[in-house]
């Protein structure tokens, strides 16, 4: 029986639950207050020169969402098959070392990617774009003039990818450790091989945390900062998907961090409305994670 | 006929040798019970016979296992297909969680025939569920979570999913332990029918559950003195292949027929066991 008397305890639990939603409240009714007279500002109030809140708002979420999306197609493959080796393949001690490894990549500075993003990673695929572009240029992602530079959306991407993936891979690999061991011998005792005991047994089990590993991954990518400011020199307004050229989309985590320390009045507050924008994508796919992992009723 | 043929048996852990120098042969279409107190290394042989003990960390045997004949651990014999042919059901009931009670049966189907039609597949599962005394139960929500059912009715779920890749033997590991008695009757009564069809071995802590179902019982034992007295022998004779010092190996002390092990027991131990003296 559960006591529904009011202990200290359960004080304190409800305390902190209600807290944390208030400091939510507090901190959405902070940018709607504050980012609200953007929404009705026009042409010389807002940053950028701007036209209307709309015009800026709508390139940098396009921007935020293309990059990180395109991250995570890179990171979430890598993360499971990280994940899947060190829990079912992996001698123990590789195990063991290679797992230490990922913790310590997550706990690498996002400007320390950013530099290699753009001392390492983006000279070294300027090549590597020039023959994408020549040679799969009818698809439309790698259609355009390919950058000399290598400073592009996609390198902007797999620089988020490589940083999201050590999250995203151990969120994933902690499932996988959870996995039954009663399930995994059913499986094997049905005489499935190693992978099929994988896919009967361990990918249905961690399910839902695959699903939470991304959403994580991607939550981090999205608001993401100090790699893309980094790597991407931004054309203003820009809404395209070409990945390999010079002119690239910003995106919304980028774009606050460059122009905050300038900005006033007015200005601030397209920023703040922007914040929201962002807020509000988190939340979008946070609720689509939800939908994707709910419990089936019937 | 013979079905299984168990040759100069020892089963590791690593180092530790667990079940030392089992010889026996097991009936087809027969049920064989093994009975011993815990630890003496039943669930270690019977995971020997389906391949199932090197899934383990350090698993590994020496000796021989036939199956109708074939060396079950033969160079270049899969231990996936062997697993095919001889099926095996767990102590804790273990359907598949996220799957229906459907899709559990046919797992291990769809494993090698991808393609198997609509029909073929409802008549398999069909079939399936009736071998294991499920279908009545079940059959208006096969589409429901295997994992929903009753722990007797899951147990059964899971001897549905074993038979359904139609193997020769079926083995289990003390599958009523978890059980009710009803549920235990039921299963019981299920492998008296299983039996026109498979080969069953059953591991069982339970006495009168081998008298009552099994048509031969093999008594085990990890005799600590019996051990000793072996390895002393051994070193005297300048025999070095015995480990020495570890804890007792398990060991068949007695195979024989079911009445006849359990009325007219030859070997001491024996007795004392089915008398309740130890174990
Ligand atoms: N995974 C394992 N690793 C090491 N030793 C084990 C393992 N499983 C069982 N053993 C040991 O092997 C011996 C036989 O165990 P087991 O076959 O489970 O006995 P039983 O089923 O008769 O109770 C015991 O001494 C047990 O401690
Ligand atoms: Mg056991």
Known sequence: MRSETLTPQRAGAAAAAFSVVAALAAVLGFLLIQGWPALSAGLGELPSHAENMWQLAGPLVFGSVLVAAIAMLFALPVALGTALYLVFYAPKRVATVLGGALDLLAAVPSVVYGLWGIMVLAPALAGPYAWLNENLGWIPFFAGEASATGRTALTAALVLAVMVLPLTASVIRSALALVPEASIEGAYALGATRWETIKLAALPFARRSIVAGSMLGLGRALGETMAVAMVLSPTPFLIGIKLLTSENPNTVAAYLAQTFPESHGIETSALIALGLALFAITCAVNSLARWITREKTK | ?279
């Open chain 2, 1 to 279: 006929m013979n079905e299984l043929e168990i040759k100069d048996l020892n089963a590791y852990y690593g180092d530790f040798l667990a079940v030392s120098q089992v010889n026996m042969d097991i009936p087809d279409k027969s049920i064989t019970a093994f009975i011993g107190p815990s630890g003496c290394g039943k669930s270690t042989l019977l995971r020997t016979l389906n391949r199932m003990h090197e899934a383990v960390p350090g698993g590994r045997i020496t000796g021989e296992v036939a199956l109708e004949g074939q060396d079950l651990y033969g160079s270049g014999v899969d231990p996936v297909g062997v697993r095919r042919k001889v099926g095996m059901v767990f102590q804790k009931a273990n359907p598949f969680p996220s799957m229906s009670i459907y899709e559990n049966v046919i797992a291990g189907v769809r494993l090698r025939n991808k393609r198997i039609s609509r029909k073929d597949a409802d008549e398999l599962v069909e079939r399936s569920l009736r071998q294991a005394n499920l279908w009545d139960e079940v059959h208006d929500r096969l589409q429901t979570p295997g994992g929903a059912l009753s722990g007797g009715q899951q147990q059964r779920l899971c001897i549905a999913r074993a038979v359904a890749v139609e193997p020769k033997v079926i083995l289990l590991d003390e599958p009523c332990s978890a059980l009710d008695p009803v549920s235990t009757l039921a299963i019981e009564q299920l492998l008296l029918e299983l039996k026109e069809r498979y080969t069953v071995v059953i591991v069982t802590h339970n006495m009168q559950q081998a008298a009552r179902v099994s048509d031969q019982t093999a008594f085990f034992h990890a005799d600590a003195e019996a051990w000793a007295e072996l390895t002393r022998l051994e070193a005297t004779l300048g025999d070095k292949s015995l480990p020495q010092g570890t804890r007792p190996p398990g060991r068949l002390v007695e195979y024989a027929p079911t009445d006849e092990l359990f009325n007219n027991p030859r070997n001491k131990a024996t007795a004392d066991y089915l008398s309740g003296r130890f174990g």
